[in-house]
């Protein structure tokens, strides 16, 4: 099956941009999502990507997809500390609305 | 505006004791999700329905776990006879058609002893 893989954790300083990043095996994947999980509560969607398009930035987000790789990253500018939260990268598998979920990538952004 | 609800949001139970989790979806939202997240797990779907029938629950033990959409503005998840092992936070996630935007809910936190 599929296999989403992502680091565990990013720190970073407030101002400066995060990059988290994400690798994936299926090369049929159509489309890609970033959600973030803030402690104590549930997922929520940030952003996503077709994969017939190699850039979408909405606002401070900005995310780029390398088909060739099967790499996937989210860039966050001006990390604030509201940012600190668990991201997680998720393809859509085997057709449908089935997600197969990365690791997470644990954000700490210090002061 | 418009959430996915969970109830209850915290368990504690004793192991062998049923329990029972319920999710309303957003209403008008036709596909619904039960994830399990773990530290060693992760995030994993354990079942998810469209138009109230099951898609897919090969996640699920399915053993001692049964999950349902009685009607379109709840599903449920049971677990008999719960385990410590079962210890998770159990999501529960709506969305429509197809594509992978899922709305969740804040989760169960179960806890076996």
């Known amino acids: 099956g599929e296999d989403v893989e992502q680091s565990l954790f990013l720190s970073v300083r407030e101002g400066d941009s995060s990059v988290i990043n994400c690798t994936y095996t299926d090369s049929s994947s159509t489309y890609l999502y970033w959600y973030k999980q803030e402690p104590g509560a549930g997922l929520q969607l940030l952003t996503y990507i077709f994969s017939n398009m190699d850039m979408k930035q909405d606002q401070r987000l900005t995310v780029l997809l390398n088909k060739k790789d099967k790499h996937l990253s989210l860039r966050i500018a001006d990390t604030q500390t509201g940012d600190s939260a668990i991201y997680f990268c998720?393809?859509?598998?085997?057709?449908?609305?089935?997600?197969?979920f990365g690791t997470g990538t644990q954000l700490k952004v210090e002061l | 505006d418009a959430r996915v609800t969970q109830t209850p949001r915290d368990k504690v139970t004793e192991m062998g004791q049923e329990v029972t989790m319920r999710c309303q979806p957003i209403?008008?939202?036709?596909?619904v999700f039960w994830y399990r997240q773990t530290m060693m797990q992760g995030l994993e779907l354990l079942a998810y329905f469209r138009n109230r029938a099951p898609l897919d629950d090969s996640g699920m033990p399915k053993d001692r776990f049964s999950a349902e959409m009685p009607d379109a503005t709840l599903a449920t998840l049971k677990i008999q006879p719960s385990e410590p092992r079962d210890s998770a936070v159990y999501f529960c996630?709506?969305?429509?058609?197809?594509?992978?935007?899922?709305?969740f809910g804040p989760g169960t936190r179960l806890t076996v002893t």
């Open positions: 209403l008008g939202h036709n596909t």
């Open positions: 996630a709506s969305g429509l058609g197809f594509g992978g935007e899922q709305y």
């Open positions: 998720a393809v859509i598998t085997g057709g449908g609305n089935k997600l197969t």
